[in-house]
Structures are given as C-alpha cells and as structure tokens.
C-alpha cells in the first residue's frame, strides 16, 4: 500500500513534468495545427543553452531558462516565418510537407548540438538537485517538485493568457476560424507566428525542467517525440488544463506499472491508454469538438 | 627529325642510366623506401562506429584509439613492406539497424581488407551472420557474447570479458564475501544488459543465491524514483545493475534520493557509462560507493609497453576531438584491436583472412593492455574486466580521475589494489 501510494505521488510529479516539456506542443499542434516534430530538439536545445548558463556563470538552471526566454521567443517567431513562407502558403498538403520541414529542423539541431558540445551527456548543479523532501517513509525528490511547480506555474500563465489577453483570444480566435479572423482585418498569419513565438518561448523554462530532471545527450529529443504528442493528442488539442491532466494520467499510470507490474509494460500502458481515450473520444479528453 | 630522334636517342640512354642510379640511389635512402612505398595500394580496415547517439560516447574515443594506432604504423613505414593502413568509417547512428547495410557496402562496394566491429552488442549483432556467412575475420569491440550462438570461428573480440560467467561471477564473489546472501537485479530491456542478466541469473542459480527483484526497463526512461523505490522494499544483499549510459546518470541520482536501504552491501556491476570521463564528472560524489566494472584503470600494474605513450597521445587528440577526455575504457582497447591485426599480418605476411584467424587464435599477443590471448570462441582466455568501487570521488573535478585511488580495484587478485567498504550506504558516506 506504501508502494502504491509512493507510486501516485511519484506519478503526479512525473506527469507534471512531462506537462510542462508538453505545453507548448499544445499551443504550436494543438492550437495552430503546425505539425511541430521539432519540438523536442527546440527543447534539448533550451537545455543546452541552460547548461551553458549555469556552467560559465552558476546562474540557477531555472532562472538561466527564464533569460533564454526572449531569444526563444525570437527563434519561434523566425521558425514560423520560415516554415510559412517555404511550406504553409503553398499548399493544401502544408500538414504533410511541414512534418518534413520539421524533421529536417530537428536534424539540423541536433547535428549543430553534436558539433558544439560533442556527444556526451550534459547536466546542471543546483542545491535542489539529488537531494530528496522526507515526509514520513517516504521521499521526495526535490528536482521533480521543481518540476511540479513550474509545471502548475506555466498552466496558470498560459491559461489566463489565453483567456484574458487581447492576442491570446487572438490565438485562439485564430485555432477556431482563420477565415473570419481575417475578415475581421486581423492578419492570422501574423497570430500563428506570435503564438509559435510563445509557444518556443515556453520551452526555455521546460528546457530548464529537462535538463534539470536527467542529464542531457543530444539525442535526446527522439525519446520525447512520442511523449509530447501522446500528452497534447490524448488531452484534446489546444487545452492547456487538459495538458496538465493528461500528462499527470500517463504520468500517474507510467509510475504504478513500473512499481506494481514490471518496468518493460510502461510505454505499452501509456499508449493503450492514448488510444482508449480517443476509442471514446476522439477529441480527446478535454479537446473542442470540430 | 631523325638527328632529333638520334640525338634524343643517345640523350635517352645517358638518362636511363643516369635513373637507374638514381633510382637504386633513392631506393636505399629513407626517403626513397617512402616514394616506392607510396605507390603500394593502401591496407583498407572498414567499420562502422556510434559517432552519434546513444553510444556515440563510447565509439568516439574507440575510433580515436583505432587513428591513433594507424597514425603510429603510417609514421613507421605501414605493413607488409610499406602499405599504409586506411581506415573507412561509417556512422552507424547506435542503431542496429544501419548495421548490416553497412557492413554489406564495406564488404562488397569498398571492398575493404579487413573489418573491424562497430562498439557495443547492440549494433554488432546483427552483421554476426553476415560475416560468418562470408567467411571474414572480424574484431569485435566491447561487445558481450554476440558469437555465443553464431560460433563464428573468425571472430576475435578486443574486450577483457572472459568466460561468459567471470563479469557477474567476480561482481557476487565480492558481494557474497561481504555477506550478501540475496540478490536485485535490475536491466535495461535491450541485448547486451540483458546478457549480462542472463549470466547473473544463471550464477546465481548454481549457488542458490535467491533473486529477491528482477525487473527489466524499457529504454529511454526517464525517472528511476519507482524503481529503485520497489527494489528497496525488496531488501536485497547484492544490487546488480545492467544498465546504459543515459539510465546509469538516473539510476544513481534515484539511488542518492530514494535511498537503496542498509541491507545492500554492494550495488553496481554492469552499469555502462560509469566508465566515461563526462559521466563521471557529472555525477561526481553520486558515485562513491558503487562497486562497477572497468577495462583499465590508471594503476600501477596496469601500465605496458607503449601505454603511457598512448595515453600522452590520446590526452593531446581528445581535447580537439571532443571526444571522452579520460578515455579509459575503449581508446587503448581500439589502439589494441590495430596492435592484434597488426601482429598478425608481420607474422603470417598476408591479408590472407583465414591465416590471420589461425595465428591469432594460436598466439599471445603483446598489446598496450596486456597480453592477450583468445579461446575457441573468440573471447579472452582469461577473464581481465575489473571491478572497482569508487571511493571519495568529490563534484565536478574529472581531473582526480587521472590518480590512483579514486576508483579501488578489487577484482581480479593481481590487480587488487584495496579491500570493499561496506554496507552501500557507509561507503557513500
């Protein structure tokens, strides 16, 4: 009984965790359609520029994430502009092309990551890192209630962002109905790549998460591909809450099957349950109807 | 036209023998051995080797070690009376699905000389069939019991494993004298962890050493909070962990966390990765206590002809390869891989493959990590994998790692060089 409650404790943390390297996902796939496969190499990407921060300047991993904040938030706005001008105008077939754009995306960071810092793995130093919060038997690490946290701290920002900012019912708008944004004389071109700017941005602080979870390769962002998506899809695309949630149901899931049932069952668990929930409904948990 | 003709013809004969002097001339001085020997077609070895990743960290110092001793034999004049050694590399990405459409291009487009494994079990055993099937010598890197099945009888593998056995036997001798009396083990789900399982299990069964926990993981997982959380409830003496670079980082930041009880008086044993310098630096203090094997270490008694050479070398090229700077664990074995074919084509003078198997099969071959010698199956004779357990390792400093004492070995009894402190959780202290 320990065990189990060891194991959903441990669970609700690992899936915040896993809702906060996810939430941008849920704005650039979920919101805006942008089939966004370089997500987990933009993120491996806000870790190394974490690691380098707290190497050179022992800056704390996660306010080294909020100072790369701005420059992912410029690389966001440029990517988008890239991928519009070279693959979205162009084409009904953009959703297909743009999984290609971004593929070849996420090789190229990964090749210029290898070139840089070799392909060793990574990681940072803060005080909160390998050490652990004892309540009773049972113990803490406080690295994954950092990720807890920041993981809640992201849901809220982003949630009262999109709900009670001009531009962020403008992204949202822009999710629902282009056409009528546009003749409104909004340009929608121009939401779609401040929204992918916030949703890079967000990567910085989840970037800090990653690195400081686990050490990083530069290979990393393959093992998060299924992950993020499996998180966005199974919670309904666009819903930031529902991210959270989802995440913290894999996440919860994942951790009882390693505890209880054997470690080689918890990706196998994870994606039957993905597929359950859209057997049931196929917006997903807490996804808009089309 | 003619007077031309004749008049050249005389100059052509004062030339011819003029050359021919100058040729003997040339042919005698080093210089000249240089311009002849430069026309012979080159030695070509082919491979594939992780240069990115999971195992990238580990093939780039093996190629390192493999250059630097093909840089060594060119600066000598090459082999076989002056053909240089060309290596042809390909990435093999760690998959060990690129492995044998590689190994097929190696053989039938390149038309290399001879092959070289890529690091590790995982993208190794699947050329296995291939190149028994064509009947080509093969050195093995760093792979664990991948001919076992195959029985390949061209197979040389350049890693210190010995007998199937010895790694997990050597690993419970130790435990067992400290007073273990059960057994955890935890796996990566993937071939060589597995194997190394495997063995574990099979030893353990034959000293009625119950297994307490056994659990495989998938790879890429992320925490190990819930594992190690299971394991520790199941009391165990004796942790043995199979495990890959990425999982090994999580496993002791888990470990440190959660605790793994004071029952345990030995953990470790066949986590890879403990053994990379970048590991270790950033793992740093986590590491204190852990019982693991290793290939070589900067001791005394482990130090032959041309190792501190290598190692000078190695440190130089390391820096600008940005490759493992320590390089402990695969560079010189890659560097002693080159040595064994090397010796073998002065001895039987040829690229004949069966001949190069049969003297290496029959000889002890002098290297810059021991002697070695192989058994039936290709393997070591005698098994040479150390267990050492790291002891007051401090954060962030990998430059303690290049003295003596930071990682005490235990095993073999020649090489021992301290005695275990345990329980686990007094020896991290």
New interface residues.
Partial sequence: MDLLLDAVVIGVLLGCFYGAVSIGLSVSFGLLDVPHVAHPAFLVLASYGVYIINEHYGIDPLVAGLLITPLFFVLGLVAYRLYYETFEKRGTDAGVRGIAFFFGVAFIIEVLIIMQFGVDQRSVTATYIGKSWRIADMRIPYRMLVAFAVAAALTIVLTLYLSRTFMGRAIRAVAQDQEALRLMGVNPIKVKQWAFGIATAVLGIAGALLIIVAPVEPTLDRAYIGRTFCVVVMAGLGSMSGTIVAAIILGVAESIVLTSFGASWAPAISFAMLLGVLAVRPQGLFGRRS | MSKRDSKSGSISRRRLLATASAGAALAASPLGINLLHAQQPPIRIGMSMP????L??GG?PSLLGIEIWRDDVNAKGGLLGGRKIELVVYDDKSSASETPAIYSKLIDVDKVDLLFAPYATVPTAPIMPLVKQRGLLLIGNFSFQVNSKVGHDMWFNNAPWGPPDSWASSFLDIGQKAGGKSMALLAA?QEFAQNLAKTAREVAAKRNLPVVFD????P????F???I??LK?AKPDIVYVASY??DS??IL??V????VGDNVKLFGGGMV?LQ????ME?LGS?LNGVVNYNSWLPEKSMYFDGTKDFFEKYTKRAIEA???PLGYYLAPFGYASGQLVEQAINATKSLDQKGLAKYLRENTHKTIVGPIAFSADGERKETAVLQAQFRGVV??NIEQFRSSGKQVILFPENLKSGELVAPFEAARK
């Fill in positions: 240069q990115t990743g999971g990238a960290g780039k789900d659990q495989a993981y998938p890429n997982t992320v925490e909070s819930s594992i959380r299971a409830a670079p990425p980082a999580g930041r888990a440190n966390e959660i605790g990765g990379f310098g970048t590991v950033n986590l940005k490759v493992d954060d962030k």
